[in-house]
């Protein structure tokens, strides 16, 4: 009877446990045994080729800097109001967390392997980021921790060499580290001798213990934090190594000593995401420019075949190439590429109004979603309460709001100040006040825009835009003396306007300039527009004055909706 009663119980023992493994609850029991459920390494990278392909309609790379300039408290509460709290429910699925990382080594997390910033000297005296690490926490733990009930995906960033210190503001001397101070030799170069490219105060990843320090610093998050990935921000700021700051080439060293840390990160986070049991993805954000990053000392093409990093985010303070030529080399090897967005820092009062606006920003994201890429980055916009958020994530919702398109927002003169001759790798041929041409009689001027959006359909989303061309010029010109022709198409005669077709219309109007300058409209029909590039031919009259200028081309798609 014994017997009996026992294989009773192994019986019913036996149908409870199948019950239960097919319910999971006893998944955690073997995992604590270090069991059947631990994914192995192949299983493991599988799962991160998947979680690599999931939907990034919007990346917000919230930079961090809110725990040190604009909290009145240190709580949790004002914290995540700041930047992120208003990102949920919109088309949002990513956040990008950066921990400062100024000055190289300098981070608002709780480090113990660089060295935690918690000035509050000057500019910087809201910074709560002690007042956190005190009471158990800190902004990078708040943010994932939000993130994680929320189903936002999290990364952490870390930009790889930040020289905010060597710009000579008020803040620069705050932000150089001890690292810095105690070990001048690992910087590019010197007050006294300043590097050609970007800032003197740049580490050289040339010594081993600047890779081995960033990676530890990368390590450590990983280990700590519970980020569904990380990002190395190659932007900020894009130099590497002591030859290339110098102003001179580098060559096969540099590019295996980058390649070598990378692989190093890429063999850390597969370990510590199989100990946890979930992938941690490297994203990675450079210059468009495969020859360009090259020539910094960063080999993109190779971490893609090498299966290094699973996301690859393209431009900053500039942009090189059309955002078909990143899609097509990430597609290529299977990384998603998401095109960066970030603020234009053209110095001309009137183009950098246009661009600053909404409307321009959807426009970018239009031509963004026009390439083929992934999802949208955005860099340095970080208020949570604006419209573009429910707006740039899906080209069908940015289509019922006004936008402008301009041949590139960002600037091109700065292309040289982080490379020598760096614009030698530009292939694009944007049209701004920086980067205006001269109108010669006789002679046009061909102008590339290209519009992500194929409004020759006329109504879109149930509301038909209003499309017009408007050219600014430089000098005492009329309309009649202009020919303008738009994909082979002669244009009508322009309307002359002194001031600028505006996005903001409580802006105040620009200083009045030595020059005279005019805006010339053309009102367009839709079926005159092409998805993707259109030829814009603008010609001065053979009898026409010498000395005019056009200097900015926009494309003003209005539905009415200017918010």
Same mark, same amino acid.
């Given at each position: 009877m014994r017997n009996e009663r026992d294989l009773g119980t192994r019986r019913v023992g036996c149908f409870a446990l199948a019950a239960w493994l097919a319910l999971g609850l006893v998944q955690p029991l073997l995992a604590a045994d270090g069991a059947a459920s631990d994914p192995k390494p192949e299983e493991m990278k599988q799962r991160r080729k998947k979680a690599a392909q999931r939907r990034r309609r919007i990346i917000v790379d919230n930079d961090g800097n809110e725990v040190v300039y604009t909290l009145e408290k240190a709580t949790k509460e004002a914290l995540l109001a700041a930047r992120t709290t208003g990102l949920v429910g919109t088309q949002v699925? &990513? !956040?990008?967390?950066? =921990?400062?990382? #100024?000055?190289? #080594?300098?981070? &608002?997390?709780? &480090?113990? $392997?660089?060295?935690?910033?918690?000035? =509050? /000297?000057?500019?910087? #005296?809201?910074?709560? &980021? @002690?007042?956190?690490? /005190?009471?158990?926490?800190?902004?990078?733990? !708040? $943010? $994932?921790?939000?993130? @994680?009930?929320?189903?936002? /995906?999290?990364?952490?960033? %870390? @930009? %790889?060499?930040? =020289?905010?210190?060597?710009?000579?503001?008020?803040? #620069?001397?705050?932000?150089?580290?001890k690292l810095k101070k105690d070990h001048p030799e690992f910087l590019v170069s010197s007050m006294d001798r300043k590097s050609k490219c970007g800032g003197w105060t740049a580490v050289d990843y040339g010594r081993k213990e600047i890779r081995d320090l960033a990676f530890r610093f990368i390590e450590e998050v990983c280990q700590n934090y519970d980020v569904d990935g990380v990002m190395l921000d190659f932007f900020r700021h894009p130099v590497y190594f002591k030859r290339h700051a110098m102003g001179g080439v580098v060559g096969a060293e540099e590019l295996d000593q980058m390649t070598s840390m990378i692989r190093r990160v890429r063999a850390m986070a597969d370990k510590v995401g199989l100990q946890r049991g979930r992938p941690i993805l490297i994203a990675v954000r450079t210059p468009d420019s495969v020859d360009y990053c090259r020539a910094m000392g960063l080999d993109v093409v190779r971490w893609m075949a090498e299966d290094l990093i699973d996301l690859l985010v393209v431009s900053g303070y500039f942009r090189l190439n059309p955002w078909e030529t990143s899609v097509k080399l990430g597609h290529k090897y299977g990384v998603p590429v998401y095109p960066c967005l970030s603020e234009t820092r053209l110095r001309d009062k009137e183009a950098s109004q246009v661009r600053r606006s909404l409307d321009c920003y959807r426009a970018r994201a239009m031509n963004v979603w026009h390439s083929g890429a992934d999802g949208v980055l955005m860099f340095n916009y970080t208020n949570p309460r604006s419209p573009l958020w429910r707006q740039i994530g899906d080209p069908k919702t940015l289509a019922t709001a006004d936008r402008v398109y301009c041949t590139g927002a960002r600037g091109v003169k700065v292309i040289n100040r982080w490379l020598v001759g760096g614009q030698r790798f530009l292939n694009r041929s944007p049209l701004s006040p920086e980067r205006p041409r001269m109108l010669e009689p006789g002679k046009p001027v061909t102008v590339e825009l290209r519009v992500g959006e194929d409004v020759s359909k006329g109504a879109v989303g149930g509301v038909t835009p209003d499309l017009k061309l408007a050219l600014r010029i430089a000098g005492a010109v009329n309309a009649e003396a202009l020919s303008v022709k738009l994909n082979g198409r002669p244009l009508d005669r322009g309307a002359m306007s002194a001031k600028q077709p505006s996005a903001a219309p409580k802006a105040k109007p620009p200083a009045k300039a030595a020059v005279p300058e005019t805006w010339v409209e053309y009102p367009l029909a839709p079926s005159s527009v092409r998805a993707g590039v259109n030829q814009l031919e603008v010609a001065l009259h053979r009898q026409g004055k010498t000395g005019i200028v056009l200097k900015d081309l926009l494309l003003w798609v209005r539905c009415g909706n200017a918010r």
């Open positions: 699925d &990513t !956040i990008v967390y950066c =921990t400062w990382s #100024s000055g190289f #080594s300098f981070f &608002t997390h709780n &480090t113990k $392997v660089g060295q935690v910033f918690d000035c =509050t /000297e000057q500019g910087f #005296s809201k910074n709560k &980021t @002690r007042d956190f690490i /005190e009471q158990g926490a800190d902004a990078l733990k !708040i $943010v $994932v921790d939000f993130c @994680r009930q929320k189903g936002i /995906e999290i990364f952490w960033s %870390m @930009r %790889m060499n930040d =020289t905010h210190d060597a710009w000579g503001g008020w803040y #620069s001397p705050l932000l150089f580290p």
